[in-house]
């Protein structure tokens, strides 16, 4: 089983300002990682894939980057509907999530 | 648009099987570009693959619930099954169904709304 940690576990931050967030992977995932977007009480929603593909109707101010083990999402700007749980996937084995970083309004 | 729902009992006994079902719209469970997939999250916690099927009925597991879990499709339909044995009340979550893109293993571009799974007597 690949493991994914995610980090900050909680990061507060101030509406216009830039978030990073941060996932590893237990060993090399490639370019396979994809992250997703969740609202209380709502569905995961595909954000990235492939580590830094925007998927169809995402925002240019979300982008990520990284391969191997070390991958990161950055929001650039952040909006009032940005604040939500992130998660990594990892889909070069079977798939695996990491924990989930939140972000919320500082 | 493409709209996944997923359907069963909210309540289930210790040691019975869940049993849920997805239903497709707006696009054909035939595709084949696509596979498709059930991931669960307890409440409060993160998100764990459960498994996925091809339409043709080809599967695959997590090995950690390989045991106890099976998974079907009805193309007639336009839906595919979960079914988990043997629960507890570690089963006890949120269950998604979900369109599967399968690059070498799949991601999730598509999902149900989640229906919540209690076990407990």
């Known amino acids: 089983e690949i493991v994914m940690t995610q980090s900050p576990a909680t990061l507060s931050v101030s509406p216009g300002e830039r978030a990073t967030l941060s996932c590893r992977a237990s060993q090399s995932v490639s370019s396979n990682l994809a992250w997703y977007q969740q609202k209380p009480g709502q569905a995961p929603r595909l954000l990235i894939y492939g580590a830094s593909t925007r998927a169809t109707g995402i925002p240019a101010r979300f982008s990520g980057s990284g391969s191997g083990t070390e991958f990161t999402l950055t929001i650039s700007s952040l909006q009032s509907e940005d604040f939500a749980v992130y998660y990594c996937q990892q889909y070069n084995n079977w798939p695996t999530f990491g924990g989930g970083t939140k972000v919320e309004i500082k | 648009q493409l709209q996944l729902q997923e359907s069963g009992p909210g309540l289930v006994k210790p040691s019975e099987t869940l049993s849920l079902t997805c239903t497709v719209s707006g696009g054909s469970i035939s595709s084949s570009s696509y596979y498709w997939g059930w991931i669960r999250q307890p409440p409060g916690k993160g998100l764990e693959w459960i498994g996925s099927i091809y339409y043709s009925g080809s599967t695959y597991y997590n090995p950690s619930l390989k045991s106890r879990v099976t998974i079907s499709v009805d193309t007639s339909k336009n839906q595919f099954s979960l079914k988990l044995s043997s629960v507890t009340a570690a089963d006890t979550a949120v269950y998604y169904c979900?369109?599967?893109?399968?690059?070498?293993?799949?991601?999730?571009?598509?999902w149900g709304q989640g229906t919540l799974v209690t076990v407990s007597s």
């Open positions: 979900a369109r599967a893109i399968m690059i070498v293993e799949p991601l999730f571009d598509y």
